[in-house]
């Protein structure tokens, strides 16, 4: 019962917003939060690094579940990181920093493992420096604590 043209459709989908989809929490350094915690999620962001960033090194905030297939995901990334700096989400399926950062480092990459989901966020942003790009995925579980730390 509701007359629905193309161009309403059009003009939604131009003003959506997904929380933890490709989401810019910040710029000065840009920080995007995105949900992508398995190898097809990680495949689309890898396309959209390309299409945006081109060439340039990522700086990644990461924490991953342990039952996933975490190296297949983080092959992926590689090629477009400068440095990993890893966590660990709070749940208990959860893999702790310090053995993804040692997964990372087995497959070429410069990780840090931090304590805390605050300071790895911290650490992140000051390692981009002002005109880098922080993005932070792996696990939805640390969505709302690295939006919490970004914005505070």
């Known amino acids: 019962g509701y007359a629905i043209t193309d161009e309403h459709i059009a003009a939604g989908l131009k003003t959506v917003a997904w929380q933890g989809r490709?989401?810019?929490?910040?710029?000065?350094?840009?920080?995007?939060?995105?949900?992508?915690?398995?190898?097809?999620?990680?495949?689309?962001?890898?396309?959209?690094?390309?299409r945006l960033f081109g060439a340039q090194k990522l700086v990644f905030l990461v924490g991953v579940m342990a039952d996933k297939d975490v190296t297949a995901m983080f092959r992926q990334l590689t090629p477009f990181a400068r440095v990993f700096v890893t966590t660990t989400p709070p749940n208990p399926r959860a893999m702790p920093a310090a053995?993804?950062?040692?997964?990372?480092?087995?497959?070429?990459?410069?990780?840090?493992?931090?304590d805390t989901i605050e300071e790895a966020a911290h650490e992140a942003v000051n390692l981009a420096g002002s005109d880098g790009v922080v993005v932070a995925l792996g696990s939805l579980y640390?969505?709302?604590d690295v939006r919490r730390a970004i914005s505070g």
């Open 22 to 50: 490709f989401e810019v929490l910040r710029r000065n350094p840009t920080v995007i939060l995105d949900g992508a915690h398995n190898s097809h999620g990680i495949a689309a962001a890898c396309e959209s690094f390309t």
């Open 142 to 144: 640390f969505s709302a």
């Open 99 to 114: 053995q993804l950062a040692e997964l990372l480092r087995g497959l070429g990459a410069e990780a840090i493992a931090c």
